[in-house]
């Protein structure tokens, strides 16, 4: 329904601007919406490249613009800036792509999560129920189990700390590749070295 709306809108306002346009130039007539929500951008600027003429987006998103030149440049605060060579199909949907939905999928396709599974033990080979697991990253805690055994899930690159009181604590960085499972022993925290 949304984009049925944001069509007949596009509809209107080209069949507005054509009728206004003259007969001597090409005007280019067209709507700017953003790629990702598909939602109209009021404020967007467009650039005629060989003339230098400038035009926004009115709240609607439509355009009007009398071009010259074969390129347009639309641009917007947010948005990356995007070039048309021959933009003189009239009537046309121009896409921007939001700059912050980039970075925000870029961050996903980077930081993946990863399951690690292991033991915790003390300086004989005992293992330690209870000992406090915490993701740096994300800021996750986790919990031994009764047999010191813990499953994670965390990013691929990420600090955890292994703490328990009494015993000196672990830190360990999870860069790819990497093993699959950790044995950690934590040593006593008393013990002194001569």
């Known amino acids: 329904m949304k984009r049925f709306i944001l069509i007949l809108l596009f509809i209107l306002f080209a069949v507005n601007n ?3 346009s ?4 090409t005007t280019i007539t067209g709507i700017v919406i953003n790629d990702y929500s598909n939602t109209i951008i009021s404020g967007a600027k467009i650039k005629d490249m060989i003339t230098g003429k400038e035009t926004f987006t009115d709240s609607l998103g439509g355009f009007s613009i009398e071009a010259a030149g074969n390129y347009i440049e639309i641009s917007a605060e947010g948005f990356d800036t995007k070039y048309y060579t021959k933009p003189y199909q009239n009537n046309r949907i121009f896409y ?6 980039h970075k925000q999928q870029q961050k996903k396709i980077k930081h993946f999560p990863i399951t690690i599974t292991g033991i915790v033990c003390d300086e004989i080979g005992l293992p330690i129920p209870g000992v406090s697991i915490h993701a740096k990253k994300n800021k996750q805690s986790f919990i031994t189990d009764f047999d010191g ?46």
């Open 18 to 20: 054509q009728a206004q």
């Open 96 to 101: 921007l792509f939001d700059k912050v939905r």
């Open 149 to 194: 055994k813990f499953t994670i899930t965390i990013d691929k690159r990420d600090k955890i700390s292994f703490s328990f009181v009494g015993l000196k604590g672990v830190i360990i960085n999870i860069k790819a590749p990497m093993p699959r499972f950790y044995k950690i022993i934590l040593e006593d925290e008393s013990r002194i070295w001569i």
């Open 22 to 25: 003259s007969s001597n130039s």
